[in-house]
């Protein structure tokens, strides 16, 4: 079966930094996009950040950029997202996902396969 396992969530005050990661359980996942979404109590899941096969192609959702930073490690089969300068609104459940390999889809409907997802709490 195919999981996806994130971790590194956790506590951290505003301004301060965090790294999620994701690791998936099949060696396939190195081929197809990988990406980071979030949920907010009382929100809708939403896109934050993701990165194509390769590497070489990323898109960030506008109010993480310069702050977040995705990377993968296809030898470890590993997403990452590196977190810094964080606000208490970027608290949320972030959840890895993995889609299909082509064009880099923002919408949480067009991604096939999801983690548990992990709480970051941003305390102000």
């Known amino acids: 079966q195919v999981q996806l396992v994130e971790s590194g969530g956790g506590l951290v005050q505003a301004g301060g930094s965090l790294r999620v990661s994701c690791t998936a359980s099949?060696?396939?996942?190195?081929?197809?996009?990988r990406g980071w979404f979030r949920q907010a109590p009382g929100k809708d899941r939403e896109f934050v950040a993701a990165?194509?096969?390769?590497?070489?192609?990323?898109v960030y959702e506008d109010s993480v950029k310069g702050r977040f930073t995705i990377s993968r490690d296809n030898a470890k089969n590993t997403v990452y997202l590196q977190m810094d300068s964080l606000k208490p609104e970027d608290t949320a459940v972030y959840y890895c996902?993995?889609?299909?390999?082509?064009?880099?889809?923002?919408?949480?409907?067009?991604?096939?396969?999801w983690g548990q997802g992990t709480q970051v709490t941003v305390s102000s």
């Open positions: 990165i194509n096969w390769s590497g070489s192609s990323t």
């Open positions: 996902a993995a889609s299909t390999p082509g064009t880099i889809l923002t919408a949480p409907e067009r991604w096939g396969f």
């Open positions: 099949v060696r396939t996942f190195n081929s197809i996009n």
